[in-house]
């Protein structure tokens, strides 16, 4: 819709940060302009989807695997806007969506098990290094899921609600 509304002449002053290669292109067969970071370090906003949202407004992002990309679009953007239909309404994060975590290569055995002994989350899920493709959650390969930044992505898998997910946030984003 936005690239018919650029079109069109509705729309004009768009300049778009993509933030994974298939967006890239989608956005370039639609005719919007587009820029990076290294040009444009602040936003005036970052629009998102969401995989799956709670009632406190937790949310799991990064099921398409562009983790790192919409983090730092996010981080400098001054308004961050998450769009979600119901179906993306949950009671508790954890069970209905795997929370995906992208990782480096080196050492990676090593980030799953730091990763998976988190106090929040030890016990309490299973991380599972993502096969196949890198933009989907599903194990749809024999190899190893890299991101457009030659990264690797660990699902962690939950059985039941995770109990403190800001607690859980908090730990993943400093490890």
Known sequence: ???MLLKDGTLKDIIAVPTSVRTKEQAEELGIPLTTLDEFSRLD???DGADEVDPDLNLV???GGALLREKMVEIVA???IVIVDESKLCDALGPGFPVPVEITPFCHEHTIRVVGDL???KGKCKPVL???SSSNNQNDGDNIAVTDNGNYIV???FDKPIEDAPAAAAQLKNT
């Open 61 to 63: 992002k990064g099921g």
């Open 119 to 121: 106090p929040a989350l």
């Open 45 to 47: 906003v970052a629009i």
């Open 130 to 132: 993502r096969m196949g």
């Open 155 to 157: 699902d962690l898998v």
């Open 78 to 80: 001054d308004k961050f």
């Open 1 to 3: 819709r936005l690239g």
